[in-house]
């Protein structure tokens, strides 16, 4: 293999582990918040809702500002927007919250959660327009470990945030926290960058088809084909989080919450832990299986499972061990989605304003978060889970037939069209 060749790869591995690593260091800002809340209450009496709201922005934020965000990083271009908006929310991250740790009201906790979710939706954004970009020919693999790191990476922090919480407080914990993850994207910021054009024409050519159209964030607007991701992400999206944030209560009305299985853990504590290597692994296997088989025929499989998933939860989930099951392939068949979407999105559109495109067809998850009361809604008009779990296990089906009817054939005659035209 020419040496040429040796260190172009050795050079994008190393830019995408760098990018899993900014994505572990933002991932507490959200995963580790619920460890805040209790001490936040107890320290200035403020309602435990009025706190959550803090934790609503955050998402809000995080999501709804990745479009501008790497809108900016490809507008700048590769050597400096990248570098640029990685230390700019790296900044943002230690300011809010260090801000956090000092604020003694809650319109300060909101501006706080405001600037941790400004940066950590600029460093999303970079970081998944960054994987994109560097691996056309094994995409879904890459932009999978990259959001598997935003996925799983709390694992790494989240015992030690609560060990500091308990011995030196939560506010010294909100400051520390801050610096150190804020200082380390810092320091990350000017090593990273995207490949700078013709860089990767030694590539060998993915077996996935790519645009050969570079379509700006305003034409993808203007395109049917991004609203049908777009709803299909909407979808798939909403019955995962309806289902993944409520496998406590789901547990506490099948009668589970104390239901020992394993060494005396119960049900839901055995679960917890499983759903969440399940959703960390979910997001490369899925995107490396789409990068040999191709993204639709991944997601007829991946939302075929999930849908399964669904089923067995609402018919067999008040078995403890089919519990643990149905819930671990329901987390396994969900978090794909931030490995399938984006890379299909790069395919279509191509990889200029990958970034940006990117953060458009993310904001979909901002959108279905609003729909997730709606399980809590059927469950108080029903009495059970039962209608929630069906239509999520509907949701999953409708999603298959989209893909494979609708957006296989549209993608197929896009690619076609286009050679001909070249």
């Not at 020919?137 to 790191?149: E, F, H, N």
């Not at 997601?299 to 643990?324: C, K, Q, R």
């Amino acid at each position: 293999m020419p040496s040429d060749s040796i260190g172009l790869r050795s050079n994008r591995w190393s830019q995408l582990w760098l990018g899993v690593v900014c994505m572990i260091l933002i991932a507490n800002l959200q995963y580790a918040w619920t460890l805040f809340v209790n001490p936040l209450h107890q320290a200035h009496g403020w309602a435990l809702p009025a706190i959550q709201l803090g934790f609503t922005i955050f998402v809000a934020l995080e999501t709804w500002l990745t479009p501008a965000a790497g809108w900016l990083a490809d507008h700048i271009g590769g050597r400096r927007g990248s570098p640029l908006m990685i230390g700019i929310g790296g900044v943002l991250v230690a300011a809010g919250w260090g801000l956090n740790a000092y604020a003694d009201t809650l319109t300060l906790l909101y501006i706080g959660s405001s600037l941790a979710g400004a940066g950590a939706g600029a460093v999303y954004a970079t970081c998944v327009g960054n994987a994109v970009k560097w691996f056309p020919d094994k995409r879904g693999l890459a932009v999978g470990l990259t959001a598997g790191g935003f996925g799983a990476g709390a694992a790494l922090t989240v015992v030690p945030v609560n060990m500091m919480i308990h011995a030196a407080g939560y506010a010294n914990t909100f400051l520390w926290f801050g610096i150190g993850q804020g200082a380390l994207l810092v320091l990350l910021a000017p090593i990273m960058h995207a490949p700078a054009p013709g860089e990767l024409a030694a590539l060998p050519k993915p077996r996935v088809k790519q645009s050969l159209v570079n379509a700006t964030p305003g034409k993808v607007l203007s395109s049917p084909v991004f609203w049908l991701l777009y709803g299909m992400f909407v979808l798939v999206s909403a019955s995962g989080l309806m289902v993944t944030a409520q496998i406590a209560p789901i547990a506490k009305d099948y009668g589970l919450t104390g239901t020992p299985v394993l060494w005396g853990a119960s049900a839901l504590s055995v679960a917890l832990v499983v759903d969440n290597v399940m959703n960390g692994l979910a997001r490369p296997f899925f995107g490396f299986v789409s990068d040999k088989i191709g993204r639709e025929p991944t997601m007829g499989i991946a939302f075929t499972l999930g849908g399964a998933s669904y089923w067995l939860l609402a018919v067999a989930g008040h078995s403890p061990w089919f519990f643990v099951v149905a819930a671990a392939a329901v987390f396994f068949t969900w978090g794909e989605i931030f490995s399938l979407f984006p890379s299909t999105c790069t395919d279509l559109f191509g990889t200029r304003y990958a970034s940006a495109n990117a953060g458009l067809l993310y904001t979909a998850k901002g959108l279905a978060v609003w729909l997730v009361p709606l399980g809590n809604v059927m469950v108080s008009a029903t009495g059970s889970w039962t209608t929630v779990l069906m239509g999520c296990a509907v949701a999953n089906a409708v999603v298959v037939a989209l893909a494979l009817l609708i957006l296989r054939p549209i993608r197929v005659h896009r690619h076609l069209t286009e050679e001909a035209a070249a």
